[in-house]
């Protein structure tokens, strides 16, 4: 076990030890965001699968069109109208005749331009239309979005909206994605207790549960269990042993520092993991623990709330990236400038909660301990503060990473 890494060293000794997931399964397409693709999607069909109209108006034919204008318009017999879901091949334009013609209504044999209804005197019988126009103005092909046969999404993108409308509009309903990562989450601490019983006296509510798990939720990974572990190394080993049948990652918060009630260590040492680190040169969540139990990787945060969330960012992030090739764990880093002072010096390098917008970096107004959750409200982003800092002054060039 390696004791106080920097944070790069800890994601590096994490990534070392992740199983990508390479398992399968089908699911619906309508469920299916949020998912890695495990195929490669070909089209079934052109699309569109006939030449239609963009606009509103009337299919015509090109050369019918010569020399008109709004003072000497072409003259045409409307010969009947097309809406969208008609089928065109039953419809024959013949010379000077044209079709009204709604927007996707597919163009009629003998037509090869859709007038704008604007460019005309929106006729019935009869129209008149005002402009010449080149055969294949307002004119959408066949197969002009994607032809059949062609690759449209590869396997490894993450499903997005995007995505589910492609497999919707080649006739999909379900599609092979490679299965999210199974996540148990237990909070320890005698301490603790659950919302919505009476809190007796020297405890306190289990935030720390409720914030992993909405936050696992936000990021697309919901997890498979979130309970209250047993304030003892033989009620935590027991629990972390059961979970790890099934589980890729557990993730515990609280008893990871050096009190008689910091039960992880002695905890994994009964179930048999191997530790690979404990604690990183980061402040809040410097206690944090990595650990191995055969196939399932352990992330033994802090019980500070905020300590426990800046790890969950900071580690559990990259992973779930390396995990599940999934680029919406990654963190974006920019640069800004501060728009008010920290005052505090820092000694390790640290994490504050903030809010960054068009590149200015501001503090929320509260405290900032490691037990405080009130200032997290409204945040989006992490102020880098490098080891042996002074004082954050305002104007100054900061760094943050974005959540």
Known sequence: MTEGVFLEQAV?????????????EIVEVKDAGGYILAEDIYADVDNPPFPRSPVDGYAVRSEDL??????????????????????GQSFQAQPGECYRIMTGGPFPKGT?????????DYGEDTVEIYKEQKAFDNYCFQGEDYKKDTLLITSGIRITFAEQGILAGIGRTQVKVYRKPVIRVFATGDELCRPGLPLKPGKIYDSNSMMVSSRLHELGVMPASVAHSDDSEEGVARDLKKA???????????????????????ALKLLGAEKIFWKVKIQPGTPTIFSVYKNTLILSLSGNPFGAMANLELLLRPMLQEMTGNEIFYMEQKDGTACMEFPKK???????????RNGEVFLPQGIFSSGAIGTLRGCNCFLDIPAGSGCIEKGEKVHVWML
């Open 12 to 24: 590096e000794l994490i990534r070392e030890h992740v199983q990508k997931i390479t398992d399968t």
């Open 66 to 87: 010569q020399g008109a204008s709004f003072d000497s318009p072409a003259k045409l017999t409307v010969a009947g109208c097309i809406y969208a879901g008609d089928d």
């Open 244 to 266: 790890s049948e099934d589980a890729d990652i557990i993730v515990t918060t609280g008893g990871v520092s050096v009190g008689k009630k910091d039960i992880l260590h002695g």
């Open 346 to 356: 820092s000694r390790v390098r640290r994490f504050v909660r903030a809010i960054c």
């Open 112 to 120: 090869d331009t859709a007038v704008k209804q604007e460019d005309t």
